[in-house]
């Protein structure tokens, strides 16, 4: 019975938009975009409310069924709406680096429909520009407070850089994604203490490899491999310096991209640990052009750091 009341409401649920917009119609990218990213959110709520729909039951689905797009890339908004639900923010104030221009990223939905303030860097003038045009121009956000910078970050710079725009101490949010140096940047973050570290895995190196990349102050991914598969760091390396830093994995969104660290002392009693074999995603975007195994044959010969 449960399960044919599920099946109408899903027909339903889509005959209702069908009628309401005939989507072949749609001449305007941003309406199809908000048409598509409710359903997937309705749906996304359907399976959060009725666990057993989704195939793995295992732990993993604790952030799966929280997973919403707004801004992010992927469900990632919804998993942050989620953990600080648990923990709270305290300042809702982040860091990101990596945005590109800007329109999907993790801190944009804090950013645009939570009033959080913060910092945005990203390595490419030109991006930076574009996102300085998303934020200020299109949603009227002042500079004052959502910060936009282009830098090239290192292990040399990036505590001046935090520190030159006034982020220092504890923050709420910290968001890496530059496809390169992910690791060592993270190990070296001293001048600011997140409440939460979202930062991209390479599901490409397989869930029982604690490796990284070797260190390169002038890092660009494709140019060290013309996939873009050879980048950052595994789960298991990632966690490993997570705990040393005295976090938590928390789990992972459910595309394989991101994995998601909460500080101990918030996450006791409120967030539950992860074991990245618990964890782990495989990249689905990868999957569709090569298996897992595949995946790491093409760039296994290639020069790793074991941590």
Request: aromatic letters at 14%; one cysteine or more; hydrophobic letters at 40%.
């Amino acid at each position: 019975m449960l399960k044919n009341r599920i099946k109408k409401f899903f027909r339903r649920f889509f005959e209702k938009f069908d009628s309401e917009i005939n989507i072949r119609r749609i001449k305007s990218w941003n309406l199809y975009r908000e048409v598509v990213l409710r359903q997937e959110n309705e749906i996304r709520r359907i399976q959060s409310e009725f666990p057993y729909l989704i195939a793995d039951s295992s732990k993993k689905t604790a952030l799966r069924v929280h997973e919403r797009r707004y801004y992010s890339q992927n469900g990632e908004d919804g998993i942050l709406l989620y953990l600080f639900s648990k923990i709270g923010a305290r300042n809702k104030n982040f860091i990101e680096f990596g945005i590109e221009d800007g329109t999907e990223c993790n801190a944009a939905n804090l950013a645009i429909n939570f009033g959080w303030s913060g910092l945005f860097i990203e390595g490419s003038p030109h991006l930076a520009e574009k996102a300085r045009k998303f934020y200020y121009n299109r949603h009227k956000i002042h500079s004052e407070r959502v910060k936009i910078v282009s830098e090239f970050l290192t292990v040399e710079n990036v505590n001046q850089v935090f520190e030159q725009n006034s982020m220092t101490g504890e923050i709420d949010l910290l968001s890496i994604d530059i496809d390169g140096n992910d690791y060592w940047i993270w190990q070296s973050i001293t001048c600011v203490q997140p409440r939460v570290v979202v930062i991209e895995y390479n599901a490409s190196f397989g869930i029982e490899r604690s490796i990284t990349v070797e260190y390169d102050p002038a890092f660009d991914a494709h140019r060290k491999h013309p996939t873009g598969w050879y980048h950052g760091a595994s789960l298991r390396a990632l966690v490993k310096l997570a705990k040393k830093k005295n976090y938590i994995l928390a789990g992972c969104d459910s595309s394989g991209t991101n994995a998601f660290f909460v500080r101990a002392d918030l996450a006791h009693g409120k967030i539950e640990e992860m074991f990245p074999d618990e964890a782990f995603y495989p990249s689905v975007p990868r999957l569709r052009v090569a298996s897992q195994e595949d995946q790491w044959e093409i760039i296994c010969h290639l020069n790793y750091v074991e941590v």
